[in-house]
Structures are given as structure tokens and as C-alpha cells.
């Protein structure tokens, strides 16, 4: 089985490029003879709720993927810490245009495919650390916060609220991602949070996005951990075919 991976596009409205770059991505002939793409979070900037302004705004990624599904094949999306609470919505689309194997998640999915156990995620469900970041994601995925997002704050709201969080981060990581030192930090303690990942699921390989840092990493224990770091930054994603992985730019 060939599949591959996207993660971490951090796609808005207001930003062409960035739309151009998904529009390439789905459009890319290795992405388009695979039989399963796995979109591993965070590939919009502000996704949150039922609402199906998303579907209007983001019409071009929406459309290329109904013409995949109706080809049969199968689109996994894994809620990121900026798309969340969005299982309605692509319900909502999957029945609308007829197909069944368009499929959310909001955790980690472990899959048997060609005989190797591989582990999905977006990546902040292993990441060692970050005590704050973890009550904040626990709070923004409760249920409580489902009901607000798709019933109570409308979309404009929920807009202007994620754009605002969304610069402020922006401002402070883009010269993180400059410093070597803590691009070396964060890929090891995602090797670490990978290894302590394994001890408990046992999987052949882990990947994953969020760490925004690329990197294929064959560990002691026997599996890899692959990433393809942060595709706003880098435009590449990751191919797995016959047990062999690689990233590939675009």
C-alpha cells in the first residue's frame, strides 16, 4: 500500500501562497497514485466548529476531496491544536457528496498496513513536557467547548479569536525555527517522546506532525519515527510505500 502524509500547512484565508501550496499538494502525482492520504493536523490555521463558512472558504481543498474519495480513496484527518471540534463538519460534507471513507479523528489511530503496525497522530498526544500546553489542549477539546464552538460563538467570532492566537504564536516561533540549536532540541525530545510512545503501543513506525522540526529517525528499539517538520516553512510531506518512507518537497 502507498500512502502519504501532510501536516502542519497552517493554511488561511488571506494567505494564496499557502492555499497554492495545499492546491499542489493534492494535486502532486505521488499524492495521486497513493491509495490513503493521512492529513496529520494543524493543515488550517483557524478550523474550529461546525461551520460551513470553512466549506466556502476553503472550496478548492474541499472539491479535490470528493473527486479522491469518489476514486476510492481514503482521507484521514487528524485534529491539530488549530483544527478541532470539526468531526461534524466533514460528516456533514461526507454525506452531502456521498462517500464513506472520509474519516476524523481526534486521537491517535495505530493501523496494520502491509504487516507494520504504524502509528498516527498529530503529534502533541506524545510530546514529552509542556504541562501548560496540555491543560490548554484538554480545555479546547472538551465537550462543553464542542457545543460553544458549533452552536453558541459564530463564525466570525471564532475567526477573529483564532487569528489573533494565531499571530501571537507566529511572532514568537518563526525565529525559533532560525536558531539550529533549538531546532536540535526539539527533534530530540521528540525522539524521546517517540520512544516513550513505543514502550507502551510497540509499533513499527510513529508519524507524526506538530514538532514543525523534519526529521526520519531509525531508533535502537527497532522502529522509525518520521516527521515532515512544518510544511509552511518547508513544502514537503511524507510517502510510504512498500515498507520504505521518504520526504519529498514539492
Given at each position: 500500500?502507498?500512502?502519504?502524509?501532510?501536516?502542519?500547512?497552517?493554511?488561511?484565508?488571506?494567505?494564496?501562497?499557502?492555499?497554492?501550496?495545499?492546491?499542489?499538494?493534492?494535486?502532486?502525482?505521488?499524492?495521486?497514485?497513493?491509495?490513503?492520504?493521512?492529513?496529520?493536523?494543524?493543515?488550517?490555521?483557524?478550523?474550529?466548529?461546525?461551520?460551513?463558512?470553512?466549506?466556502?472558504?476553503?472550496?478548492?481543498?474541499?472539491?479535490?476531496?470528493?473527486?479522491?474519495?469518489?476514486?476510492?480513496?481514503?482521507?484521514?484527518?487528524?485534529?491539530?491544536n488549530h483544527d478541532f471540534h470539526i468531526?461534524?463538519?466533514?460528516?456533514?460534507?461526507?454525506?452531502?457528496?456521498?462517500?464513506?471513507?472520509?474519516?476524523?479523528?481526534?486521537?491517535?489511530?495505530?493501523?496494520?498496513?502491509?504487516?507494520?503496525?504504524?502509528?498516527?497522530?498529530?503529534?502533541?498526544?506524545?510530546?514529552?513536557?509542556?504541562?501548560?500546553?496540555?491543560?490548554?489542549?484538554?480545555?479546547?477539546?472538551?465537550?462543553?467547548?464542542?457545543?460553544?464552538?458549533?452552536?453558541?460563538?459564530?463564525?466570525?467570532?471564532?475567526?477573529?479569536m483564532g487569528n489573533f492566537a494565531s499571530?501571537?504564536?507566529?511572532?514568537?516561533?518563526?525565529?525559533?525555527?532560525?536558531?539550529?540549536?533549538?531546532?536540535?532540541?526539539?527533534?530530540?525530545?521528540?525522539?524521546?517522546?517517540?520512544?516513550?510512545?513505543?514502550?507502551?503501543?510497540?509499533?513499527?513506525?510513529?508519524?507524526?506532525?506538530?514538532?514543525?522540526?523534519?526529521?526520519?529517525?531509525?531508533?535502537?528499539?527497532?522502529?522509525?519515527?518520521?516527521?515532515?517538520?512544518?510544511?509552511?516553512?518547508?513544502?514537503?510531506?511524507?510517502?510510504?510505500?512498500?515498507?520504505?518512507?521518504?520526504?519529498?518537497?514539492?
Amino acid at each position: 500500500m502507498k500512502f502519504c502524509t501532510l501536516s502542519d500547512l497552517h493554511c488561511l484565508p488571506d494567505r494564496l501562497d499557502l492555499q497554492e501550496v495545499l492546491k499542489n499538494f493534492l494535486r502532486n502525482p505521488i499524492v495521486q497514485d497513493c491509495q490513503a492520504i493521512f492529513f496529520l493536523g494543524d493543515i488550517f490555521d483557524v478550523m474550529v466548529g461546525d461551520h460551513n463558512e470553512y466549506l466556502n472558504i476553503y472550496s478548492f481543498f474541499f472539491k479535490e476531496l470528493e473527486i479522491l474519495a469518489k476514486r476510492g480513496v481514503a482521507i484521514h484527518y487528524f485534529e491539530g491544536n488549530h483544527d478541532f471540534h470539526i468531526k461534524k463538519l466533514f460528516k456533514n460534507f461526507s454525506k452531502k457528496i456521498g462517500v464513506k471513507n472520509i474519516t476524523v479523528h481526534s486521537d491517535h489511530l495505530l493501523k496494520v498496513i502491509d504487516g507494520k503496525k504504524i502509528y498516527f497522530s498529530h503529534g502533541d498526544d506524545i510530546e514529552i513536557g509542556k504541562l501548560k500546553y496540555k491543560s490548554y489542549k484538554l480545555f479546547i477539546k472538551s465537550l462543553p467547548l464542542n457545543f460553544v464552538a458549533d452552536y453558541c460563538v459564530p463564525y466570525e467570532v471564532l475567526d477573529f479569536m483564532g487569528n489573533f492566537a494565531s499571530q501571537n504564536s507566529k511572532k514568537r516561533n518563526h525565529i525559533r525555527y532560525s536558531d539550529p540549536e533549538f531546532c536540535e532540541e526539539v527533534r530530540s525530545i521528540f525522539r524521546c517522546s517517540a520512544s516513550r510512545a513505543w514502550k507502551k503501543h510497540h509499533f513499527d513506525y510513529l508519524i507524526c506532525g506538530h514538532a514543525h522540526i523534519a526529521d526520519i529517525w531509525k531508533s535502537p528499539d527497532g522502529f522509525t519515527y518520521a516527521n515532515a517538520g512544518a510544511c509552511f516553512l518547508v513544502n514537503q510531506f511524507i510517502v510510504y510505500e512498500k515498507g520504505k518512507i521518504e520526504i519529498v518537497k514539492f
